[in-house]
Nanobody
């Protein structure tokens, strides 16, 4: 069974940093397009950052210059370094894997709370 397991969430003060990690198992990780999404209760899940199998990276405008996505194909992990965090970054963050064939997988989510 495919697993995407997120870690690294928690409570941080505004201006602080967190690093999220997603460990993948039982998938062909190196050929998967990976991404981080986030969701606030009552709102749609939104794309935060993505990194394609070929390395192309995109960011949501709201996080550009503050967040950095990276992947390690040897370890089957994707990470999201989040700096200069703001209260509006508070959300559940989800790891996502997508294949050209259309298959897609989601992690269970990790809570990030930015508050003083």
């Amino acid at each position: 069974q495919v697993q995407l397991v997120e870690s690294g969430g928690g409570l941080v003060q505004p201006g602080g940093s967190l690093r999220l990690s997603c460990a993948a198992s039982r998938i062909y990780f190196s050929v998967a397009d990976m991404a981080w999404y986030r969701q606030i209760p009552g709102k749609q899940r939104e794309l935060v950052a993505s990194i394609a199998s070929g390395g192309t990276i995109t960011y949501a405008n709201a996080v550009k210059g503050r967040f950095t996505i990276s992947r390690d194909n040897a370890e089957d992990t994707v990470s999201l370094q989040m700096n200069s965090l703001k209260p509006e970054d508070t959300a559940v963050y989800y790891c996502y894997a997508h294949y050209y064939s259309g298959y897609e997988y989601w992690g269970q989510g990790t809570q990030v709370t930015v508050s003083s």
